[in-house]
């Protein structure tokens, strides 16, 4: 992971300082709360913060986030007792009608341009390699499952961009030693890594924007080929 500041970072900080603050003023007798009780009900709206940080930060991959958002709505109007069904008779439904979705959406990124890459893995792997010498865009979706992007033989005119949400899951980007490649963006339990090396004197910008939630993702340079052996043997 770089050093970049991101905005999901950002915004996760202030959270914490918030409730920080919160802590404060209740223990100081400032203000009375119920913390225990408020915790116990209200939870659920940290999920659809994090979903829809998610969004904001990458929208290409928005399949994962919306997933998310919607849980911690469902979550919440049920601790609130808005419904008056029990979520969680309903939990393995829900999760087969997911798989199905993924399965669906899956089988539509195939069809696609060289230039604009989608790949969404739920409980499998999948692979994408892009050549176009216009390369613009991806957006890769993790569940539970992996994804890996070539993009060694691709090139890039000034800029490009890649989306990535991974939930338990990984996703690893191959990129040329010719790019210079910019991370950024959500961790939660989890984290990327950037092993790329800057090339010297800049080249194209690949930025990549990361939400990793108890997952990695990482974006690394292919092997590097085996250089020829020279002997110093004379020739006879």
């Keep these: 992971m770089d050093g970049r500041r991101s905005l999901g970072q950002v915004l996760l900080g202030v959270l914490v300082v ?6 404060l003023l209740e223990r100081t007798g400032v203000v009375e709360i119920d913390l225990g009780m408020v915790a116990s009900t209200l939870w659920p ?3 659809v913060l994090a979903g829809l940080t998610s969004l904001l930060l990458v929208p290409r991959a928005w399949f994962g986030p919306v997933v998310i958002t919607a849980a911690g709505v469902v979550l919440l109007l049920d601790r609130l007792d808005v419904l008056d069904v029990d979520v969680w008779d309903y939990l393995w439904p829900i999760a ?3 798989v199905g979705l993924g399965i669906t959406f899956g089988a539509a990124s195939r069809e696609q341009q060289d230039d604009r890459i989608t790949a969404l893995a739920f409980w499998w792997g999948t692979e994408r390699r892009s050549r176009s010498p216009h390369f613009r865009s991806a957006s890769l979706t993790a569940i539970m499952g992996g994804v890996e992007l070539d993009l060694r033989e691709a090139d890039i005119q000034g800029t490009a961009r890649i989306d990535v949400f991974t939930f338990w899951g990984g996703v690893e980007i191959k990129v040329p030693r010719t790019w210079e490649v910019r991370t950024s963006g ?6 990327w890594e950037n092993k790329t090396q800057p090339p010297v ?3 194209p910008v690949l930025d990549v924007r990361i939400v990793a939630i108890m997952a990695g993702a990482e974006v690394r340079h292919g ?3 085996a250089e020829p052996v020279v002997t110093d043997a004379p020739v006879v």
Aim: no cysteine; proline share 4%.
């Design 18 to 23: 918030l409730a920080g603050v919160v802590l």
């Design 45 to 47: 709206l940290l999920v």
């Design 96 to 98: 087969v009608i997911l």
């Design 186 to 191: 959500l961790p939660l339990l989890g984290g």
């Design 201 to 203: 004197g800049g080249g």
């Design 223 to 225: 092997k590097k080929q």
